[in-house]
């Protein structure tokens, strides 16, 4: 029972995937040629459709802001580029037990804080403390550690409570643990709070950049960090500013004003800016859906079979093409695209308006009159899909009220009364990590996480989701996935419209845009190099 299961040999950082992968595999395919290159300088300016939550990686659960996030921030392991394979982080290589309950990792050499403090197991430890003592919502990714020791400074040792086979995709997650100084936080504490107030602004981090400015609606200037352990950043300060109309962010794309936009942009501008040879686009896949919610507790939604007719009366082509264009495929499966093997958990519901039609039609004219959202994050292409929908079920008897809803009232919603609530939302739908399990546990378990928009709850589905992360190997853990996705769609609470690639579009002196299948628009700006005119 303690002979190893798995184990890794260590090999390149995430960072230094350039050397690992090969230049080749991560050099994105994009549209048009080099040859054009324009001009950069030490500086990427980066625009943010809304605000982010807060910096602090034991608070921020939120998809805008992870570009901050993921580069003052490094965890013990991540994702390799456009793939779920997990490589080393902080960790360089790392064993776990054939029980499932005992992971030790070896940790990386020569790394500091942004402090000046070595980060040794002993930090890690502590970072791990202050998580679950902040216990916002990233903390149930560690929710099931026991126990952990470091017998020295390069070794950690974790004990968990019992097995969880997604572990390892816990700690690879965007939102997993995150290494943050402890001597910044006993520094910054105010009344025991942990720095939460000072991290709210600044950072105390490992990674490439720190930040240097943090200004709540208006901008964030981050720096490269001279005593960086991996690979350099060629650009030095990373200017994000707060630019919540994605027109005004294109023009100064264009005008060269801005250098990279990451998410939001309509096919139509899409399909310019790839003749721009001042700009490069490039496509790439994503573990990401865009889908509808129901909401099962408001007004006729509430009748599931209501739910299910609705499922089939969504005429699902006819609001992606034109929204998506190229850059998305008619969704045919419950999990996002590479999540579980096509076919393990199909869904494409048939074509049909006749059942939807019938119970309207029986409704009395209170009841057809509906709240449709969508998050204003989601730009013009949500935007888009949100008119379309409204112009579908107008035909099938329905009034909707289209609204876009600021990112921060989104993520409230699991908290607002039933009658604030909108009766469908228009939303991405993608777990926090490469794994199945987070999936189905952030939007769908019992009184969990704040993306559960409205509070759904199975008792089955709880129990099918605990079966699963308490196997012992992925295939079983896959059979209770697949019975998850089952329930979910009986009960009618998703539509599933398509799996959506990120278009990344930069000024074309910017060139190696490594990009990362789960967070939406996700380009490491410290692997981003200037490109070479001919």
Known sequence: MTA??????????????????????????????YGGAETVGDTIRFGFLADMQVPDPDIFYEGEGLQVTLS?????????????????????????????????????AGVTFHDGTPMTATTIIESFQRRSAVNQAPAYLVADVRSMSAPDD??????????????LDYLACPWGLKAVSPTAVRTHSVNGDLAQGWLSTHDAGTGPYRITEFVPGSHYTLTAYDGYWGTRPEFTTLRI???????????????????????????????????????????????FKSSIFLNWKKGVFSDTEFRRAMRTAVDVPALIEPAYGSTAAR???????????????????????STLKALI???PDSEKQIDLAYDEAGGATDARVAELLQTQLAALGLTARVRAMPTAQVFALHSAPVGQQPHMLLHGYGGDALNADTTLRIFFRTGVSPINWFNYSHAALDSVMDAGKRSLSKADAERHWVEGARIVM????????????????????????????VGTGMVPINLLRKVKAR
């Not at 230094?16 to 040629?33: M, P």
């Not at 919540?244 to 801005?258: A, V």
């Not at 278009?503 to 299948?517: A, D, E, K, M």
């Open 154 to 167: 390069s070794t950690l040792v974790i004990e968990l409570a019992h097995p969880v086979e997604p572990f």
């Open 331 to 353: 969704s045919t499966q419950f999990y996002p695209a590479g999540v579980l093997q096509d076919g393990a958990a199909p869904d494409a519901p048939g074509h049909d308006v």
């Open 241 to 287: 500013e707060i630019i919540p109309d994605i027109t005004t962010q294109r023009l100064l794309l264009e005008q060269g004003q801005l250098d990279i936009i990451t998410k939001g942009l309509p096919i139509a501008a899409i399909g310019a800016m790839k003749t721009n040879p001042k700009l490069t686009v490039a496509e790439h896949p994503t573990a």
């Open 361 to 363: 039609a029986k409704l």
């Open 72 to 108: 003052v921030y490094e965890g013990l392991v991540g994702y390799k580029p456009d793939s779920p394979e997990i490589g080393p982080g902080l960790a360089e290589s790392w064993t776990v037990t054939d029980d499932g309950l005992t992971y030790t990792f070896e940790l990386r």
């Open 4 to 33: 190893d299961r798995r184990t890794f040999l260590k090999g390149s950082a995430l960072v230094t995937v350039t050397e690992a992968l090969g230049i080749s595999a991560l050099l994105s395919a994009c549209s048009g040629g």
């Open 490 to 517: 009986d009960q009618a609470w998703v539509i599933n419209l398509c799996d959506i690639q990120d278009v990344i579009v930069t000024n074309s002196g910017i060139g190696q845009i490594v990009h990362t299948l």
